[in-house]
Structure formats: C-alpha cells, structure tokens
C-alpha cells in the first residue's frame, strides 16, 4: 500500500481539490490511503478563533467563524456545484459557535483546531463520490492515538487502523494532523503534524511507500521564500533530511522522518503541479562521499563563555546549559575549548535574563544578527578532503564557529548574516562545481 498526504496548498482551492481526486483516484494509486491537511490558512484561522475564545471576546470569535463558514461553503459550492456539503459544513460551525457560550479551556481547544482536517476531507470524499469514485473516509478519531506519555501509540495505530484497511476500495481518505490523547479526548500531533500522519500510518501499515505532496518540486536545501538560489535535492538519506529539515526545509516536518527511518519506509516527496517530475527520494540508502545540500538558517545569536576556572573542571558544562534549560531555550550549535565555550540560540527571549545568570561563570559576550551555515552529506570523519574543500572555500570571509562530529552527515559553519550569501556562493562553487545537478 501506498500513503499519499497532500498539503494545505494542494487543498486550498475547489481546483486544486480536483486536482487531487484527479491524482489519487488514478490506476496506479488504486488502494492508496489519502491523508489530508486542513485548506491552506485555515488551521491558522482556528488558532486566531481559539485566542479569541481564550480572550473571552466572543463576538471577535464568532466574526472570524463567519468568514470560514463562507469559505467552505463557497468552496464546496464551487467543487460539487450544488449545496449537498452545507448540512455538514453548518453543523460543524454551529458546534463551534456553541463553544462561544460556555467555559473555553484546551479541552475545547482542541476541537476546535481539528475542524479543518474534518471538513476538508469531507469535501474531498464528497468530490470522489460524485465522481463514481469508491472512496472511504477513515476517522482519524478512529484509530490514532497517542499514549500516556503523549507520543503516538504505533501499536494501538496498528490494531485499529488495519482491520479498515481491509476492504476492497478506490482510494481510502483520512485526517493529517488530529488525534486522540490517552483520555480519548480529541488532540492533535502539534503544527505541521500532517506530515507526521503519514509516516505513523505508513510505519503501522507496512506500506511500500510514504508520498508527501505539496506545491514545489522536491526539498530544497533552504526555503525559496528566503534564499534566492536554492537547490532540489533529489536523494537523501533520512539522516540527512533530519539535519536539513531544521533550516527551514519545512517542505517535510522533522517529527515525520523516525517512524519512516525505523520501519525503513521510502519518504517521496512530490510536487501536485507537477506530478510527473522526479521530486525527491529520501531513505536509508546512504550516498558514500557525496555532499548533498548547503542549507542557512538566519536570526542566530552566539553567546560565548570565558573563563579560567573552566580549565580541567568538571560539571562547568552542567552548570552552563542548567541555565539554558531553566529558560527553556533549546542550544543549537556549541564549540568547547579548555578556557571557554560558545553555544548558538535562536530564540531570544530570555536573554538578557541567561546572560546575566552565565556571569556567575565567566566573561560573557554576545554576537547577534548571526547565520548557521550547514553542509549536508556523507561525512563520516574517515571520509578524506571535504573538510578542507568547506574550509577554503570560507577563506575570505569571517567565521565565528565551526562545528563538526556530532553527527556523520554535517559540517556548521557561523557566519555574520550579511555573509550568508557569499559564503552560500562559496560553498556551492566549490563544493558542487563538478555536480550535475
Ligand atoms: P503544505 O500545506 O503542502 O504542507 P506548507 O504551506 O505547510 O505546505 O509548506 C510548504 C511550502 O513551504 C511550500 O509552498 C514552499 O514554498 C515552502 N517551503 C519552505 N521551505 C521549503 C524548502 N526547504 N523546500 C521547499 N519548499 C519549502
Ligand atoms: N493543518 C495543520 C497545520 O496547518 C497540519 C498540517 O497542515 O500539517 O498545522
Ligand atoms: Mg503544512
């Protein structure tokens, strides 16, 4: 079996919704199971809903309610041309403008957040079947679960999901995202958790294949929103994935990478528009000696640590990354000598308070405005030659840290922001200049 999730931009329209059944409903995806993210925006509506909810200004609720009711219902117009989807589409919303009228906590939250996975494959299965299409929505209530830990339950998946599976059918369809937690109350698998879907019912079916569909071809090794010249990748290890998948590579969210990787389940990330274009393979297939991607991610502050009792003490570090943990703010990159340490965050909303704490310790000093620049590939430390090919080709240009050996598959450099582009031209010309890509 094959799973093939489709993001919010490949559902965003009635024609991209066609589009799709167009796909999914084809001869070679026969059986397939469908998993499908809310219509692009609307997720981020409903968390605009729930903060006026929260915020006790019902009628600010109830306005932005308004205006997604009419989306839908003008979509589902537009993509059955007649009005058999409204019963549903109302019942939902006035369940939701019921929750303006009573105490308004996570619980409710929750719902909330689950009506778009609801109502878009609702429409989608509608679509199917008007078009003779034998297609069954699986509740996604039905059967994923998280356990008591709050992480997904693979074999509680498994036990339910299955048995639904074994019915012969077109296309199966479900919900990316929502779920049940351990009390069975309605949740979800956090932002993004779409794709995470996918590689849980992948991994619990045994499937052939993860799809994950969207609207560029294949992942590329920085956000094209943000980096004018970026690169499709069209193999990578999942290890890989993983490290780019923190620069903005949002095109695969990380959590979806473990399950796959560990049932050993193909990711194929694919482009709607373009469905017959070679998008990108990731899995464990390692690619010996080849450098893969050269990937930056912005807004990055260092912050280094000076001082001469560091010398030959132990538990220096503790105390140091203590202080990071007590203002829950997550280290990116760190480099140690024998007299000092310089470790990079991101996010900066504590630190005036972390620095202050860190002069217990030593000197400290800040550099902000600061860029992580990452080379993706096979790197195994008995590799030969890549570390100097990186290192020269960053001869002119300023490097604060360089960090390599924490995993086999990347070399992070830390440049000043206004270097980004220059040191991504280096890179590239010098890492990719007998490339055929
Ligand atoms: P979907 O709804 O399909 O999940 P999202 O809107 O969540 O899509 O995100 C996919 C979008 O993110 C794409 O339209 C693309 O422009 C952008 N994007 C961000 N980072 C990357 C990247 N590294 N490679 C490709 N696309 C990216
Ligand atoms: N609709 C959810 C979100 O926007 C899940 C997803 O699209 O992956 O976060
Ligand atoms: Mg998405």
């Given at each position: 079996?094959?799973?093939?999730?489709?993001?919010?931009?490949?559902?965003?329209?009635?024609?991209?919704?066609?589009?799709?059944?167009?796909?999914?409903?084809?001869?070679?995806?026969?059986?397939?199971?469908?998993?499908?993210?809310?219509?692009?925006?609307?997720?981020?509506?409903?968390?605009?809903?729930?903060?006026?909810?929260?915020?006790?200004?019902?009628?600010?609720?109830?306005?932005?309610?308004?205006?997604?009711?009419?989306?839908?219902?003008?979509?589902?117009?537009?993509?059955?041309?007649?009005?058999?989807?409204?019963?549903?589409?109302?019942?939902?919303?006035?369940?939701?403008?019921?929750?303006?009228?009573?105490?308004?906590?996570?619980?409710?939250?929750?719902?909330?957040?689950?009506?778009?996975?609801l109502?878009?494959t609702?429409?989608?299965?509608?679509?199917?079947?008007?078009?003779?299409?034998?297609?069954?929505l699986l509740p996604a209530l039905d059967f994923?679960?998280?356990?008591?830990?709050?992480?997904?339950?693979?074999?509680?998946?498994?036990?339910?999901?299955?048995?639904?599976?074994?019915?012969?059918?077109?296309?199966?369809?479900t919900q990316?995202?929502?779920?049940?937690?351990?009390?069975?109350?309605?949740?979800?698998?956090?932002?993004?958790?779409?794709?995470?879907?996918?590689?849980?019912?992948?991994?619990?079916?045994?499937?052939?294949?993860?799809?994950?569909?969207?609207?560029?071809?294949?992942?590329?090794?920085?956000?094209?929103?943000?980096?004018?010249?970026?690169?499709?990748?069209?193999?990578?290890?999942?290890?890989?994935?993983?490290?780019?998948?923190?620069?903005?590579?949002?095109?695969?969210?990380?959590?979806?990478?473990?399950?796959?990787?560990?049932?050993?389940?193909?990711?194929?990330?694919?482009?709607?528009?373009?469905?017959?274009?070679?998008?990108?393979?990731?899995?464990?297939?390692?690619?010996?000696?080849?450098?893969?991607?050269?990937?930056?991610?912005?807004?990055?502050?260092?912050?280094?640590?000076?001082?001469?009792?560091?010398?030959?003490?132990?538990?220096?570090?503790?105390?140091?990354?203590?202080?990071?943990?007590?203002?829950?703010?997550?280290?990116?990159?760190?480099?140690?000598?024998?007299?000092?340490?310089?470790?990079?965050?991101?996010?900066?909303?504590?630190?005036?308070?972390?620095?202050?704490?860190?002069?217990?310790?030593?000197?400290?000093?800040?550099?902000?405005?600061?860029?992580?620049?990452?080379?993706?590939?096979?790197?195994?430390?008995?590799?030969?030659?890549?570390?100097?090919?990186?290192?020269?080709?960053?001869?002119?240009?300023?490097?604060?840290?360089?960090?390599?050996?924490?995993?086999?598959?990347?070399?992070?450099?830390?440049?000043?922001?206004?270097?980004?582009?220059?040191?991504?031209?280096?890179?590239?010309?010098?890492?990719?200049?007998?490339?055929?890509?």
């Amino acid at each position: 079996m094959k799973i093939m999730k489709f993001g919010g931009t490949s559902v965003g329209s009635a024609a991209r919704i066609r589009n799709v059944a167009t796909l999914v409903s084809g001869k070679e995806n026969k059986g397939s199971l469908v998993v499908l993210s809310a219509m692009s925006g609307v997720t981020n509506t409903l968390a605009e809903i729930c903060g006026y909810l929260y915020n006790r200004n019902p009628d600010g609720a109830k306005e932005t309610m308004k205006r997604l009711e009419s989306k839908h219902l003008a979509v589902a117009q537009e993509l059955l041309g007649d009005n058999s989807a409204h019963p549903c589409i109302q019942e939902a919303f006035d369940s939701l403008a019921a929750l303006t009228r009573e105490y308004f906590g996570p619980v409710q939250e929750k719902i909330v957040m689950a009506q778009g996975e609801l109502l878009s494959t609702k429409l989608m299965e509608l679509y199917l079947q008007q078009q003779g299409v034998n297609a069954i929505l699986l509740p996604a209530l039905d059967f994923m679960k998280l356990d008591n830990q709050g992480e997904p339950d693979l074999p509680y998946i498994r036990e339910h999901l299955l048995p639904l599976t074994q019915v012969p059918c077109d296309v199966f369809l479900t919900q990316g995202y929502i779920c049940r937690n351990a009390h069975a109350e309605v949740d979800n698998l956090q932002r993004g958790g779409s794709d995470y879907t996918a590689s849980l019912v992948g991994a619990a079916l045994e499937a052939d294949e993860i799809q994950i569909w969207t609207d560029i071809d294949g992942m590329h090794d920085n956000d094209p929103r943000v980096v004018e010249k970026t690169r499709a990748v069209r193999h990578l290890h999942f290890d890989e994935a993983a490290e780019l998948a923190y620069f903005g590579a949002k095109i695969l969210h990380p959590t979806c990478i473990q399950p796959a990787k560990f049932a050993n389940i193909p990711v194929r990330l694919l482009n709607t528009m373009q469905p017959d274009a070679p998008g990108t393979l990731i899995d464990n297939v390692p690619e010996p000696g080849t450098i893969k991607a050269v990937a930056a991610k912005d807004n990055i502050t260092a912050i280094k640590i000076k001082s001469s009792r560091m010398l030959l003490a132990h538990g220096f570090l503790r105390k140091v990354f203590e202080i990071f943990e007590s203002y829950r703010t997550p280290i990116d990159m760190i480099c140690t000598s024998e007299v000092g340490v310089s470790v990079t965050i991101d996010d900066t909303r504590y630190l005036s308070e972390i620095v202050h704490d860190l002069k217990k310790y030593g000197t400290v000093s800040v550099d902000l405005d600061m860029c992580i620049v990452c080379v993706v590939g096979d790197m195994d430390w008995e590799n030969l030659g890549f570390e100097s090919r990186v290192l020269s080709a960053m001869k002119d240009i300023p490097v604060r840290m360089v960090s390599y050996g924490g995993s086999n598959y990347n070399i992070s450099l830390l440049v000043k922001e206004e270097d980004k582009a220059r040191t991504l031209q280096e890179l590239s010309r010098s890492l990719f200049a007998d490339a055929q890509r």
